[in-house]
């Protein structure tokens, strides 16, 4: 089995932080690799009026991608999928020979609620949860998280990650990174309009 890590967001843009903090995953859980899967549009963001489009997305995201066991995909597109739930199950049916977990970031975590089929997806794959600077409180005091407490994993467990039952949730702490995509929009909103390369996404910093 191929163990795959799942990263989804919008990428608006991708930045040294997500390389970072997927790296630092990857060897957490021993993965084999982790997909970046750039949606086509949050059913959460809907009308963000700063949100480039998916092709410069996209290719922000296979830039900062490049030469790591990373792939940047918009798989969402060919699943005909907008929610995470239906995604996740698609997967886990087109590619019986991988193991996938979810990972997501302690901020997404606050609003893990509102996803649709919340729970539903907990019980399909693990989660793993990245600590934000700013978040940590917010998070543990999530409405997901009232449920989602007595499924934690310790830690130190995560590279057992494939064994465990489900649902299975694992609070992941590594060196916070300071780089966000709101920080790149605000210095350089026309960063889409300009081809990507990974000298110009490793550039772009707070």
Known sequence: MTTTGLLGGSFNPAHCGHRSITLAVIAALELDEAWWMVSPGNPLKVGASDMAPLAARLASARAMA??????????????HTRYTIDTIRKLVRKYPKRRFVWIMGADNLGQFHRWRDWRKIAREVPIAVVARPGYE?????ATAMGWLRRFIRPARQAKSWTKWSLPA????????????????????????TRPASPVTARTTRT
């Open 66 to 79: 490049r030469r790591a066991p990373i792939r940047a995909t918009a798989i969402e597109t060919r699943l």
């Open 137 to 141: 409180a917010q998070a543990h005091a």
């Open 169 to 192: 949730i694992v609070l992941l702490r590594f060196r916070p990174d300071p780089n966000s995509a709101t920080a790149v929009r605000r210095a350089d909103p026309a960063w889409h």
